[in-house]
């Protein structure tokens, strides 16, 4: 049975060869890098935007976000010392090694199976997954975003307890806990604003009360906001189940082809 070549290695000159390989790693690592990246800016969007409405994510959600940051700082630095690797090499050998990686038929792309740089890749697949992870917590927010702007949903009564603080990089902001009384026993809740305690008040209660739809939303403004937010994270999401559906063709062809050459090797 035969394997896949690595970039480069079909080029005659090994300088050269080498050089496309390193190309080929510096780019899969600036594409592990940005995707890590936008998936920490919508995971850190998300986040925030939940904080701000009383209603934070969870501890793993913060966490995720955390490791994120991590992975992105990593796959700059990798980008970095290759570019730095790269530049040490002659002029001339990086001249005939850019078009080369530039057309090469095995270049690092996500959707591609086998992969042909395993770490890069798997980094990236690591972001874009996050970012599924992020969507499908999102999709209660448009929800109720969109249930509040549409007028839909219960009228039930919030009963303010206490006040508590929440501190982001940036800021800090005081909103108000209490229950929310939806005709059997309470539950707990949250108002983004602080209002007097001991004094109930009428609230919307929201239709989908998971992930990022936990929290009451007090205006139209901070219902679309919610939903400009989410359907951003989601348009994100479905840029990457196009990938992970080409991933799966290729997979699927790439187990076809190693089946045909087991039986002929067989035969």
């Known amino acids: 049975m035969g394997s896949a070549s690595q970039p480069g290695t079909d080029v005659a000159d090994p300088d050269v060869a080498a050089t496309v390989r390193l190309l080929h790693r510096r780019h899969g690592w600036?594409?592990?890098?940005?995707?890590?990246?936008?998936?920490?800016?919508?995971?850190?969007?998300?986040?925030?935007?939940?904080?701000?409405?009383?209603?934070?994510?969870?501890?793993?959600?913060?966490?995720?976000?955390?490791?994120?940051?991590?992975?992105?700082?990593?796959?700059?630095?990798?980008?970095?010392?290759?570019?730095?690797?790269?530049?040490?090499?002659?002029?001339?050998?990086?001249?005939?090694?850019?078009?080369?990686?530039?057309?090469?038929?095995?270049?690092?792309?996500?959707?591609?199976?086998?992969?042909?740089?395993?770490?890069?890749?798997?980094?990236?697949?690591?972001?874009?997954?996050?970012?599924?992870?992020?969507?499908?917590?999102?999709?209660?927010a448009v929800v109720d975003g969109t249930a509040y702007l549409a007028g839909a949903g219960r009228t039930v009564t919030f009963d303010p307890v206490s006040y508590q603080t929440n501190c982001d990089r940036v800021s800090c902001s005081t909103i108000t806990d209490g229950v929310l009384e939806t005709g059997g026993a309470g539950i707990s809740a949250s108002w983004q604003n602080v209002v007097p305690l001991g004094k109930p008040f009428q609230v919307r209660e929201p239709v989908w009360r998971w992930g990022l739809g936990l929290a009451l939303i007090d205006s139209d403004k901070t219902a679309i906001i919610a939903v400009v937010v989410s359907l951003l994270i989601e348009g994100f999401a479905v840029l990457v189940l196009v990938k992970l559906v080409r991933l799966t063709r290729n997979w699927r062809r790439h187990r076809q082809r190693h089946t045909a050459l087991a039986s002929a090797s067989t035969a």
């Open 30 to 140: 600036s594409r592990a890098a940005a995707t890590s990246f936008i998936a920490l800016v919508l995971a850190e969007g998300a986040y925030a935007n939940a904080q701000s409405q009383g209603a934070p994510a969870p501890s793993w959600f913060l966490g995720m976000i955390i490791a994120l940051g991590a992975l992105t700082a990593v796959s700059i630095i990798a980008a970095v010392v290759d570019t730095v690797l790269l530049r040490r090499r002659p002029p001339a050998v990086r001249a005939q090694a850019a078009p080369i990686a530039a057309h090469h038929p095995r270049g690092p792309h996500a959707h591609h199976y086998p992969p042909r740089h395993l770490v890069t890749w798997a980094l990236r697949w690591a972001g874009m997954l996050v970012i599924l992870v992020v969507a499908v917590v999102s999709v209660p």
